[in-house]
């Protein structure tokens, strides 16, 4: 982050870390309905928590209450003044309060922390590159399928906002509310004003962020839900009326079409454990010299197809898959064995890697007719997985194989993602592949 900007951000929150505090007793059902998120998709306490851009951390000392090891990181030195304060007030202890930028986590070490809450940062920073940067640390300092939770502010905030506090905004700011349609920001005023600097999104935008930094989406909740703006009165009521609105607000949360109508975006992502299975596999293949390829899914996702991946297919010989089973002798789940089915045939093995099947196939053969054709994929190319080469086939060559098979919807999610010229070249037959 610039440090003129995070100087400006820290200052803004420095001088109303109050106001921080009380707004989300003024915004109860934001508070009640990303309560009720964590709840449902933390792990059991003591995990460890960041609370990554917490403010004065009214998640932290929640979290802390319910049996969290919470570590608070901020910017801004009032609000973990603040928060400090109100943990002793509600005799509570958090694991640690520390001041800093979201783009440099360097003082955490890798894997360190079961979840992440970034329920500030990325709408404070402006730059792609910086937001970029700030989910690459936290995944870094994520454990194997480690949880994010990541708040963004909806691109329609502003205007909706303006419609109740300021309604001639759209008239006598035009400039500024086309700019932020355009681009989602919204550019300062001037004048020396304390000023609330932010990157709205368009709702469509927030997933693949996300997802471009390595994670899994499992969830995206606009968590005002139905009462985003018209709010009072339900955030007046209490026991029973109370919990039936957050339950309504809750269960309505994941659907798309009100996500442009809520203020706050929550998007509840993982670090896949098959990365770090896969790194593993990668790393001692190729210092055993065995040869492979992933494929399916997996290599889909490594060319950038935004997808979930269940479990992992790696292609060799056979000789290949039996020193596969030698080299991962306690991941065995069933032996490398000659089987075959109906359609195919290949020395197969299964094999399981902290929760993640890898199925390995040696001399992988199809039926055609009544004989046995090679279908084993032809290209290959190597993608970086953080840091560790990986071999993986052509995302052409697995479109063509989904066409084959049928898998028409996956092949629709892979072709925005090809290279036109190799496309063409395997379908012209220029490079000859087992997959057609």
Same mark, same amino acid.
Request: aromatic share 8%; with cysteine.
């Given at each position: 982050?610039?440090?003129?900007?995070?100087?400006?951000?820290?200052?803004?929150?420095?001088?109303?870390?109050?106001?921080?505090?009380?707004?989300?007793?003024?915004?109860?059902?934001?508070?009640?309905?990303?309560?009720?998120?964590?709840?449902?998709?933390?792990?059991?306490?003591?995990?460890?928590?960041?609370?990554?851009?917490?403010?004065?951390?009214?998640?932290?000392?929640?979290?802390?209450?319910?049996?969290?090891?919470?570590?608070?990181?901020?910017?801004?030195?009032?609000?973990?003044?603040?928060?400090?304060?109100?943990?002793?007030?509600?005799?509570?202890?958090?694991?640690?309060?520390?001041?800093?930028?979201?783009?440099?986590?360097?003082?955490?070490?890798?894997?360190?922390?079961?979840?992440?809450?970034?329920?500030?940062?990325?709408?404070?920073?402006?730059?792609?590159?910086?937001?970029?940067?700030?989910?690459?640390?936290?995944?870094? !300092?994520?454990?194997?399928?480690?949880?994010?939770?990541?708040?963004?502010?909806?691109?329609?905030?502003?205007?909706?906002?303006?419609?109740?506090?300021?309604?001639?905004?759209?008239?006598?700011?035009?400039?500024?509310?086309?700019?932020?349609?355009?681009?989602?920001?919204?550019?300062?005023?001037?004048?020396?004003?304390?000023?609330?600097?932010?990157?709205?999104?368009?709702?469509?935008?927030?997933?693949?962020?996300?997802?471009?930094?390595?994670?899994?989406?499992?969830?995206?909740?606009?968590?005002?839900?139905?009462?985003?703006?018209?709010?009072?009165?339900?955030?007046?009521?209490?026991?029973?009326?109370?919990?039936?609105?957050?339950?309504?607000?809750?269960?309505?949360?994941?659907?798309?079409?009100?996500?442009?109508?809520?203020?706050?975006?929550?998007?509840?992502?993982?670090?896949?454990?098959?990365?770090?299975?896969?790194?593993?596999?990668?790393?001692?293949?190729?210092?055993?010299?065995?040869?492979?390829?992933?494929?399916?899914?997996?290599?889909?996702?490594?060319?950038?197809?935004?997808?979930?991946?269940?479990?992992?297919?790696?292609?060799?010989?056979?000789?290949?898959?039996?020193?596969?089973?030698?080299?991962?002798?306690?991941?065995?789940?069933?032996?490398?064995?000659?089987?075959?089915?109906?359609?195919?045939?290949?020395?197969?093995?299964?094999?399981?890697?902290?929760?993640?099947?890898?199925? !390995?196939?040696?001399?992988?053969?199809?039926?055609?007719?009544?004989?046995?054709?090679?279908?084993?994929?032809?290209?290959?190319? !190597?993608?970086?997985?953080?840091?560790?080469?990986?071999?993986?086939?052509?995302?052409?060559?697995?479109?063509?194989?989904?066409?084959?098979?049928?898998?028409?919807?996956?092949?629709?999610?892979?072709?925005?993602?090809?290279?036109?010229?190799?496309?063409?070249?395997?379908?012209?037959?220029?490079?000859?592949?087992?997959?057609?």
């Amino acid at each position: 982050m610039e440090k003129s900007l995070g100087h400006e951000i820290a200052y803004y929150y420095d001088q109303q870390t109050e106001a921080e505090w009380e707004r989300l007793e003024r915004h109860r059902t934001e508070f009640a309905v990303t309560m009720r998120a964590l709840s449902e998709h933390l792990p059991p306490s003591p995990a460890r928590v960041l609370d990554c851009g917490g403010g004065p951390g009214r998640y932290a000392i929640e979290l802390a209450r319910r049996g969290y090891q919470v570590t608070l990181f901020d910017l801004s030195p009032a609000c973990l003044g603040l928060a400090e304060k109100k943990a002793t007030e509600a005799g509570l202890a958090l694991a640690g309060y520390e001041q800093g930028t979201a783009t440099d986590l360097s003082r955490f070490s890798d894997q360190s922390f079961d979840a992440v809450l970034l329920l500030g940062p990325l709408y404070h920073l402006l730059g792609e590159e910086d937001r970029h940067q700030a989910l690459a640390e936290v995944r870094r !300092v994520l454990k194997p399928a480690g949880l994010l939770f990541a708040a963004f502010i909806s691109r329609y905030a502003v205007p909706r906002y303006a419609a109740l506090y300021d309604p001639t905004w759209p008239l006598e700011q035009q400039e500024r509310l086309e700019v932020l349609l355009a681009t989602g920001r919204l550019p300062p005023r001037g004048g020396g004003e304390l000023e609330f600097l932010a990157h709205f999104d368009h709702p469509s935008q927030v997933g693949p962020l996300v997802q471009s930094e390595g994670f899994e989406v499992q969830a995206i909740l606009g968590v005002e839900g139905l009462v985003d703006r018209i709010e009072t009165e339900v955030n007046a009521l209490s026991g029973q009326a109370w919990e039936a609105w957050v339950d309504l607000n809750y269960r309505v949360a994941p659907d798309p079409t009100i996500h442009g109508c809520t203020a706050h975006l929550l998007v509840i992502a993982s670090e896949p454990a098959w990365r770090s299975a896969l790194r593993r596999i990668a790393g001692q293949l190729d210092e055993a010299g065995v040869a492979y390829k992933v494929v399916g899914g997996a290599a889909a996702v490594l060319h950038g197809v935004p997808e979930p991946v269940k479990d992992l297919d790696l292609e060799t010989d056979a000789d290949g898959a039996y020193r596969f089973q030698d080299l991962f002798p306690d991941q065995v789940v069933e032996p490398v064995a000659l089987r075959q089915s109906e359609i195919y045939r290949s020395h197969l093995g299964r094999f399981d890697f902290d929760g993640v099947a890898v199925d !390995v196939m040696g001399d992988l053969y199809r039926r055609e007719a009544d004989g046995w054709v090679p279908t084993a994929t032809a290209t290959e190319t !190597v993608v970086d997985l953080d840091g560790t080469p990986v071999r993986v086939s052509w995302l052409e060559e697995e479109t063509l194989a989904y066409i084959r098979r049928a898998r028409l919807d996956r092949a629709t999610q892979c072709l925005p993602h090809c290279d036109r010229d190799r496309l063409l070249a395997l379908l012209r037959g220029e490079r000859k592949i087992g997959v057609l």
